[in-house]
């Protein structure tokens, strides 16, 4: 590419870079919603039966009572699941979680940390995440997968034993459920702050530029 | 936990006090299921006030409608709830119900006849001892609520299956609905596969002695495969039928196949 002309093919290759493809976008906001949608109504399933000390304040529970939180759940958990199942087969088909994602290499990710709380760590290039973004992404799919198949198993019990089996039993699972939703809202909360430290990563996420 | 005061073993009165406090009908709830009381944070996201109306609700119950069909659909009547060793048994077993243990029906054992209704050839009352008399077989099983918690208990009585075939049940007909003695009167409909999975079961007893007024007195329907609220005690009366006739949780909202 050497060249100082600009030929056709690459005009039309790169007219402006897109830095999310429009399926990315489109899936992004509607495990968003869902996602919150999930979250919320959790809570409020959590507070019938806590399982530490604490229950979650009703202002930020959906559905009104028990009955209610879990006619959300169990509405938005559709939402959730297809969303996601197409997400997988879209990242994997389409080979953006291999060209995104990888290599995860643990000298990379110490380096972008000690770069990151440096606040050295460049946004200049959106198109390629940095090791510290990779490892948040793949582990928030992770535990995106881990949070469906505990759930999964603790509404069908009997029927999926086994995926509850998986996880040692009943209770275990709905343990590593909680603990998956407090993974999630934890990197929500930073992917947040880290979006709007970076309005141009939102800006891509809306209208893919 | 020792120097609590315990009503009856296995019982803890405040813990009772307190699950039943939790689980009182409120009959200002049923409007909160669409989430009027609490979507400050929604209706902050999403700038509108798109769950705060009838709508929503109406679209909730849609799809626990689509939910019961998918979860019927997916039923294994095969598919056996895991049995556990009698280590395993959860030691006490908890009292759970929207009213305090004082407040459980006392059922006398003379007087009480389970009456048979319905799309049945022989629809004779029974009494305690002719129950008592069936083959009975037991069952170590988990009991997981609506709420989220789970107990391990040992539940001793008749197939559910064996007793309709017995008493001639239409087993085509889409439900078994079981009247109880519960205050406020208690009912729940049991889909008919889910009555005859083989570990559904007209219990007599918990943990091999006769069963206590905690857990239904003079008998409950265990049903493994189902939510604890979809395991009616004090049960006085079954219905062979094809209405959907509702049930006490399940008007009020929960789903009414509830089946894991």
Known sequence: MASLTVTDAQVRANPAKVIQPAWVRVMHWINAFAMILMILSGWQIYNASPLFGFTFPREYTLGGWLGGGLLWHFAAMWLLMLNGLAYLVTGFATGRFRKKLLPITPSGVLHDVRAALTFKLGHDDLTVYNYVQRLLYAGIIVVGVLIVLTGLGMWKPVQLYYLVALFGDYPTARYVHFFCMAAICAFLVVHVLLALLVPKSLRAMIIGR | ????????????????????????????????????????????????????????????????????????FIFNPDALAPTFPESAITKPFPFNAYYDLDDAPVVSAAD???????????????????????PQVTQITRHICVEGWSAIGSWTGAPLRDFLKLIGADTRAKYVWFQCADKDGYNSPLDMRSALHPQTQMTFKYANEILPRAYGFPMKIRVPTKLGFKNPKYVVSMEVTNDYKGGYWEDQGYNSFSGS
């Open chain 2, 112 to 134: 009480w006849k389970l009456e048979v209704r319905g799309l049945v050839d022989n629809k004779k009352s029974w009494t305690l001892d002719e129950l008592y008399k069936l």
């Open chain 2, 1 to 72: 936990m020792a120097k609590r005061p315990f009503l009856i073993p296995g019982v803890d009165k405040r813990l009772l006090i307190k699950d039943s406090i939790k689980t009182m009908p409120d009959v200002s709830r049923r409007r909160f299921i669409a989430g009027g009381a609490s979507l400050g944070a929604l209706t902050l996201l999403t700038g509108c006030d798109v769950v705060d109306s009838s709508s929503a609700e109406e679209m909730l119950k849609q799809v626990s409608k689509f939910n019961d069909a998918v979860q019927a």
